[in-house]
């Protein structure tokens, strides 16, 4: 199914039908989709019909939405990676070797990711493994800093979410957040770090997130400004 936009661009409509849903709802996925959320028997006319009520909605969205990007556009634009605490410039060279695998030079400024095929999916899967060690070692290190423990931690490729924790104590990461500014990064572990001990959004939450992160405030409207667009990246 898809939707004719104002300007003539033909976007796709994904259809989640949902048993417990009562409404209509129609949002923007993270490939610039329209997403439509519907009971369970809601049929594909309905949906067009409901679309068309809100073509002027849908059509102001869509020429707000912001770009997708490849991984490798994106780095071409922002040759930048965040790791302990640290921002590393970038650069792809071809290798060689049969195996994909990055180090680093200039000293330890600049990350060289190093891929005998240099495509798309192979430098994704470079880059997440990098994320894996990178965030690895940051969340340790905050941990570590505030007595803290976990269970596990994985870094994933999330939908629209930078993080969470469980309650049996695993925390989840996005590995796009290796393409934060440092001071970002570390908001958004140190509130996944916050949810050890407090698992709601309560006052108390809050108030240990103030102590870990004084500047939270800020960093969380800088995270709002940009999260839009950063999870547009590398969607395959």
């Known amino acids: 199914m898809d939707f004719l936009s ?31 959320s519907v009971p ?24 707000k939405a912001p770009p997708i990007y490849t991984l490798s556009e994106w780095l071409n634009l922002h040759p ?22 990055y180090t680093f030079d200039q000293g330890g400024a600049m990350l060289v ?9 192979s430098l994704v899967k470079l880059l997440r493994r990098f994320a894996k060690d990178a965030l690895t070692c940051r969340v340790a290190y905050h941990a570590k ?39 970002l990064q570390d908001y958004i572990i140190l509130h996944e770090l916050a949810h050890l001990s407090e698992m709601n959004h309560g006052k108390d939450f809050w108030m240990l997130l103030d102590q870990y992160d004084p500047d939270r405030i800020t960093h ?5 400004k940009i999260s839009a667009e950063l999870m547009r990246i590398a969607r395959l």
């Open 40 to 63: 369970w028997h809601t049929s594909e006319r309905t949906v067009g019909k409901f679309m068309e009520k809100q073509k002027f909605w849908l059509d102001a969205q869509l020429s």
């Open 220 to 224: 969380e409207a800088a995270i709002d």
């Open 6 to 36: 104002a300007n003539g661009q033909i976007v796709p409509v994904e259809i989640r039908r949902r048993k417990n849903t009562r409404h209509l709802r129609l949002t923007l996925g993270h490939k610039n989709q329209i997403v439509a």
């Open 145 to 183: 800093r505030f007595g803290l423990s976990y269970r596990e931690l994985s870094v994933r490729d999330q939908s629209s979410r930078w993080g969470s924790c469980s309650a049996r104590r695993a925390i989840s990461l996005n590995w796009r957040l290796v393409l934060l500014r440092p001071e």
């Open 113 to 121: 990711l190093r891929l005998p095929e240099v495509d798309e999916a």
């Open 80 to 101: 930048l990676i965040t790791a302990s605490g640290d921002v590393f410039e970038v650069r792809i060279e071809a290798t060689e070797l049969c195996q994909a695998s």
